[in-house]
């Protein structure tokens, strides 16, 4: 009898369908990419990196050169990260900090030769960890699948509540 009141609590606790079906996706959306990052940061972990760090490293090897600001906002964190990390990969030998000329507080951030080998060499075999871990669904499956997430993120960044 306990579970039954649990489960028509638990049932009841959402005010609507809608808000139960909005709260389930949340759910099922959460676990996943826990579970793929579980991968991702794994594997990030085999090269003494942090996913973090391992972003900063990608972001750059795809993009060439940026400023400290615009790879703040690629691999979305705060203002304080963004240092703290350049700063790790800094004393590694991996990033350079390079003054702006146009702009004496903004620096461009670049892969120093060694940084450029090591994610050279390791990017690959991240690339395979993910498609790994995503591959429970097909490849048109997951075209669908970020398409969906797309449409959600632009939506959710949109509405006026959050």
């Known amino acids: 009898m306990a579970a039954d009141t649990t ?6 606790s959402a005010s609507t369908p809608a808000q139960e ?10 676990r996943a990419a826990a579970a793929v990052e579980a991968h991702a940061r794994a594997d990030a972990a085999r090269h003494d990196l942090t996913l973090p760090e391992f972003g900063i490293l990608e972001v750059l090897h795809h993009k060439g050169r940026l400023l400290l600001g615009e790879v703040q906002r690629k691999i979305l964190v705060s203002s ?3 240092t703290y990390l350049v700063d790790r990969l800094e004393a590694r030998g991996l ?25 050279a060499r390791i990017f690959p075999e991240h ?9 429970a669904l097909t490849a048109e499956e997951q ?3 970020r398409e969906l ?10 509405s006026a509540d959050g």
């Open 143 to 145: 075209e669908t699948a």
């Open 21 to 30: 079906c909005a709260l389930k996706l949340w759910v099922v959306l959460s």
């Open 7 to 12: 489960r028509t609590r638990a049932s009841t």
């Open 80 to 82: 304080g990260g963004i």
């Open 127 to 135: 690339a395979a960890v993910i498609e790994r871990a995503v591959s």
């Open 95 to 119: 990033v350079e900090r390079i003054p702006n000329p146009d702009d004496r507080r903004a620096r461009w951030v670049a892969l120093t030769a060694e940084g450029e080998r090591l994610i």
């Open 149 to 158: 997430l797309r449409q959600l993120g632009r939506g959710a960044a949109g």
